[in-house]
């Protein structure tokens, strides 16, 4: 039998959507049907302008966000990297291959800009978490260790509303710390976060 010898063939050329390529068993369906992702449009409508120049999706920036917490990243430099190399989390963000996924350094300023001024990005992220959890799609108490229960309210009752709010303030506040480091590294302010969990430049 002779020897096949394409081992670097790479050049190779597929007639394919996204949704062929991301079988139905995917986690991320499970994911995008969970939510009706487009709810976020009505709360943030007000802090976009109708003039100037186009931003991220708020869905697709929620969304990326989602992807870092649901599949461990805690990163979201690295989230953003996955996002575009992997067929499926592009099918979940619903950016086609002919358009860009959204870089680390253009999701962080759309996060700083659009909701540094408001608590709705918390509003938000809080709804998220509690949709993903009550569908079983995630554990909170897994993210970050004791921290959770040590912080979290003893009353069984309200266990779980506090639960998310306590995981999701500590992923704000990593989140927050990635972002001054990356700022800090290319000489400009960081940002500190103020009462109500609102982002101020300093």
């Known amino acids: 039998m002779a020897m096949t010898m394409n081992y670097c063939f790479r050049e190779g050329i597929i007639y394919a959507s996204l949704e062929a390529l991301v079988p139905e068993t995917h986690f991320v369906r499970k994911l995008d049907r969970c939510i009706d992702w487009r709810f976020i449009y009505s709360r943030v409508a007000h802090l976009y302008s109708p003039a100037g120049r186009p931003s991220i999706d708020p869905v697709i920036l929620f969304k990326t966000l989602c992807i870092n917490i649901v599949?461990?990243?805690?990163?979201?430099?690295?989230?953003?990297?996955?996002?575009?190399?992997?067929?499926?989390?592009?099918?979940?963000?619903?950016?086609?291959?002919?358009?860009?996924?959204?870089?680390?350094?253009?999701?962080?300023?759309?996060?700083?800009?659009?909701?540094?001024?408001?608590?709705?990005?918390?509003?938000?992220?809080?709804?998220?978490?509690?949709?993903?959890?009550?569908?079983?799609?995630?554990?909170?108490?897994?993210?970050?260790?004791?921290?959770?229960?040590?912080?979290?309210?003893?009353?069984?009752n309200k266990y779980e509303d506090v639960e998310v709010e306590v995981v999701r303030k500590i992923y704000e506040d990593e989140l927050l710390e990635e972002i001054n480091a990356d700022r800090e590294a290319h000489g400009k302010k960081s940002v500190e976060r103020s009462q109500g969990y609102r982002i101020s430049v300093r």
């Open 71 to 156: 599949f461990g990243f805690n990163s979201m430099r690295r989230t953003c990297r996955e996002c575009d190399m992997n067929v499926a989390y592009r099918w979940f963000l619903g950016i086609p291959f002919e358009e860009k996924i959204p870089d680390y350094s253009t999701w962080s300023q759309n996060y700083i800009r659009r909701y540094g001024d408001s608590d709705i990005f918390s509003q938000i992220f809080e709804y998220i978490l509690c949709r993903i959890q009550e569908q079983g799609l995630l554990d909170l108490t897994t993210l970050f260790g004791d921290s959770t229960h040590q912080k979290a309210s003893a009353n069984k």
